[in-house]
């Protein structure tokens, strides 16, 4: 079976400094990654995805990801957080983009001006 | 492109009353998806489509939960008997047949509140 598990549940940065959201997975088989991120009152939206191209990911609104194998990881880091930045972000695990996904428990991300 | 449309937006049913929502996905889109999310919790996986097929569904697809899809286009969930633990947001998706961009598009989803 697949999981995610986000490992904090808040961070907390001050605005133009780097964020790091950390993110484990399992699964059986390669797995296809993604981070989606939720702002109050709107849908989820995409932010990147990882399906066994390169292993640094570029999303969108200057996010990165990395897939790392050996440490089952796929960590989302931005160099400066804006007051936008400040959602709840979800990682998440699939066998592929359009099979049922399965989320973690979320981060919520602040952001101090 | 208009985006998966949900509706309604709200909904606020006494317990044992039986709802019904809506989804439209994206135009092309041939894989439709339900998710539950509980506050403070990431969504959770219900039931999907491909086309008028239901393709899988979730072990927390209770007896009391139906989704249809009849013709294809847009999708139904169905909740008979609510309980008070039915309360949650229920999220809507929608994809690309597979080979193309394949993530999944969210909807807005419909708060369901139960009292």
């Known amino acids: 079976a697949q999981s995610v598990t986000q490992l904090d549940s808040h961070v907390s940065v001050s605005e133009g400094t780097p964020v790091l959201l950390r993110c484990n997975y399992s699964s059986s088989y ?7 991120v939720q702002h109050p009152n709107k849908g989820l939206q995409l932010l990147l995805k990882y399906t066994s191209a390169a292993t640094l990911v570029k999303g969108i609104n200057g996010f990165e ?24 972000y979800f990682c998440v695990v699939s066998d592929s983009g359009n099979t049922p996904l399965v989320f973690g428990k979320g981060t919520r991300l602040s952001v101090i001006a | 492109d208009t985006g998966v449309s949900q509706n309604p937006r709200h909904k606020i049913t006494k317990r044992g009353q039986n709802v019904t929502f809506r989804c439209d996905p994206i135009s092309e889109h041939n894989r439709l998806y339900w998710y539950r999310q509980t506050l403070g919790q ?4 219900l039931t999907y489509f491909q086309n008028e097929a ?8 209770s007896d009391r939960f139906s989704a249809e899809r009849p013709k294809g286009s847009f999708s139904t969930l169905e909740i008979q ?12 998706a929608s994809s690309r047949p ?10 807005p989803g419909t708060r369901l509140t139960v009292t």
């Open chain 1, 30 to 36: 390669s797995p296809s990654l993604f981070w989606y």
């Open chain 1, 65 to 88: 990801a990395e897939f790392k194998k050996s440490e089952t990881s796929f960590h989302l880091t931005k160099p400066s957080a804006h007051m936008s930045d400040a959602a709840e």
């Open chain 2, 42 to 45: 990431g969504p959770e996986f």
């Open chain 2, 54 to 61: 239901q393709l899988e569904k979730s072990r927390l697809l």
């Open chain 2, 81 to 92: 008997r609510t309980e008070q633990g039915d309360s949650a947001m229920y999220l809507c």
């Open chain 2, 98 to 107: 597979a080979g193309l961009n394949y993530e999944q598009y969210f909807g």
